[in-house]
């Protein structure tokens, strides 16, 4: 009890900053006999450990004798030498306990928590390789650290690796069957590796765990079932994410709109048809197929399809637009004028058909008009390089070559920028 006091009591009128010497320690002994240990530690610290042990059990000639002698001079110096002997001998029984008892961390603090923390830390911001080379140190430690491969996994999933992200996901995955997000983070992987069909069934088991999943993972096991070729499960799994019965003719639209943007034009017609046969005044599956014929150049097929969607859905702005396009093909450009006028009067927040306007005033002759038009899709879209690559055609038809060299020089640049983009 005594050694607990003589450790943990902070003294209440012997202040450290007090503790100039031995001598002082010893000189104000009789107010305060137990100071703290790091008090000690400061004014001891020139000597060592022997010598305090020698000094403490009488011995002779060490560095801290003469002030012991000195003290034991004084008036006081019985009761000074008691103390210094008193506390002489704890502290050497302190510093042997200090020497020889474990060290005791919490596991908040522990150096492989914090080393954890660190790859965590690093990954937000963006420093992967700061935080591989973190883990490539703890992968050097024997035995390895438990979750090695799942920070690993995770890391090089961030980092966009995904090949190296699967390797060492199925590494977690087998330290540990129940680790859902490990499961989930690999079937991400592999798509994004580009093995849509090895992912399925990791991305089944999410679906399985969550019933209600978000419409993301719906979409991307969708996406993978059709890159698989499977199609009646990537109906099912687009109607799941779309609220909608899977053999109903919205699935089908569904499926065969996204089976055209995967370039799967083929079974998007199909589809598209299909969806037709179940519900013949389906909305936007009409311009669903003249979009598919329109990309085929089949003209005269995409041009009916837009006007049988037109008559379905007399207030479709993108479905004027797309016939106007098909008109503009076939050099219609008096029809394809009004019908752009209305999709612009119907929605005005879309670039696409100002700048065909522009594109077909051009082709009229009509090029203050195209100007115009054209002008109000660089306000809205600045970034787009087919607005100014026109503008700078018609700078140039009405002979302002300065305005014309600027706007071809910056449509060169935005197509320079996107093709270099990945």
Request: proline letters at 6%.
């Amino acid at each position: 009890m005594m050694l607990y006091s003589f450790v943990n009591t902070k003294p209440r009128t012997f202040l450290a900053f007090e503790l100039v010497s031995l001598y002082s320690l010893l000189t104000n002994a009789l107010v305060n006999p137990f100071p703290s240990l790091p008090s000690l530690f400061v004014i001891l610290s020139p000597y060592s450990l022997q010598s305090l042990r020698d000094t403490g059990s009488g011995g002779q000639g060490g560095p801290i004798s003469a002030q012991y002698s000195a003290c034991g001079e004084s008036r006081r110096g019985r009761v000074l030498s008691k103390c210094l002997s008193f506390v002489l001998s704890l502290l050497s029984t302190s510093l042997t306990l200090a020497q020889s008892a474990p060290t005791v961390s919490s596991p908040s603090s522990s150096p492989l928590a914090a080393n954890f923390d660190s790859v965590h830390r690093l990954t937000e911001q963006g420093k992967f390789e700061e935080a591989l080379a973190i883990l490539g140190d703890l992968s050097k430690s024997t035995p390895p650290p438990e979750n090695l491969a799942r920070e690993y996994g995770i890391a090089y999933y961030r980092k966009g690796d995904y090949p190296n992200a699967v390797s060492w996901l199925k590494r977690a995955t087998e330290e540990n069957a129940d680790d859902r997000e490990v499961i989930q983070l690999t079937g991400l992987s592999l798509y994004l590796a580009g093995k849509p069909r090895d992912a399925i069934p990791y991305l089944e088991k999410v679906q399985s765990w969550y019933p209600s999943a978000n419409v993301d993972a719906a979409y991307i096991l969708g996406v993978a079932y059709i890159q698989s070729k499977q199609y009646a499960n990537a109906r099912a799994a687009f109607a799941k994410m779309f609220q909608v019965p899977s053999e109903s003719a919205a699935a089908y639209l569904f499926t065969a709109r996204l089976l055209l943007r995967f370039d799967f034009a083929p079974v998007a017609e199909e589809y598209g048809k299909k969806a037709l046969e179940l519900d013949a005044k389906l909305p936007l599956a009409h311009q669903m197929l003249g979009e598919l014929y329109l990309y085929q150049s089949k003209i005269p097929e995409a041009t009916a399809q837009f006007e049988q969607e037109l008559m379905i859905n007399p207030g479709n702005p993108a479905a004027y637009y797309k016939l106007a396009d098909a008109y503009s093909r076939t050099q219609k450009f008096d029809e394809a004028e009004r019908l752009l006028q209305r999709s612009i009067w119907l929605d005005a927040t879309s670039t696409g058909p100002y700048i065909l306007l522009g594109k077909v005033l051009l082709k009229k002759g009509e090029t203050q008009l195209a100007i115009r038009a054209l002008q109000r899709a660089v306000s809205m879209d600045p970034n787009n390089n087919i607005p100014h690559h026109l503008l700078g055609q018609a700078y140039r038809d009405l002979g302002r070559g300065e305005d014309a060299e600027r706007e071809l020089k910056i449509a060169e640049q935005l197509r320079s920028r996107e093709s270099s983009q990945p």
